[in-house]
Nanobody
Framework: QVQLFQSGGRLVRAGDSLTISCTASGRTFNTVTMGWFRQAPGKEREFVATISRHGFSSEYADSIKGRFTISRDNDNNTLYLRMDSLEPEDTAIYYC??????????????????WGQGTPVTVSS
């Protein structure tokens, strides 16, 4: 079992940068593939990014590729999502997620067993 606690979401302006965090407990962090998802008002939760257990590989959704960077600090059990050049369309609740069932990268919601509580990111125009 893994508990995920998120922090860092807030109101920003278009073009700003923001980093959100997700701290894990309950399991050795480097045995867990991690990901970020987001859910905008009235929309389905969608994949944003995923990172492998030791951070050597990652994948991104096309909509944010080149603007967002996923990273992890296994010594401190923390996952990050750095978001640059934010746009109003990036406004959403952002969720971190973890899975021990996938050894590489995981893009599907069904791949994940554990979820953070969500943190809101609002981008004003």
């Amino acid at each position: 079992q893994v508990q995920l606690f998120q922090s860092g979401g807030r109101l920003v302006r278009a073009g700003d940068s923001l980093t959100i965090s997700c701290t894990a407990s309950g399991r050795t962090f480097n045995t867990v593939t991690m990901g970020w998802f987001r859910q905008a008002p009235g929309k389905e939760r969608e994949f944003v990014a995923t990172i492998s257990r030791h951070g050597f590989s990652s994948e991104y959704a096309d909509s944010i590729k080149g603007r967002f960077t996923i990273s992890r600090d296994n010594d401190n059990n923390t996952l990050y999502l750095r978001m640059d050049s934010l746009e109003p369309e990036d406004t959403a609740i952002y969720y971190c997620a973890g899975t021990s069932r996938i050894f590489g990268l995981a893009r599907e919601r069904e791949d994940y067993d554990w979820w953070g509580q969500g943190t809101p990111v609002t981008v004003s125009s």
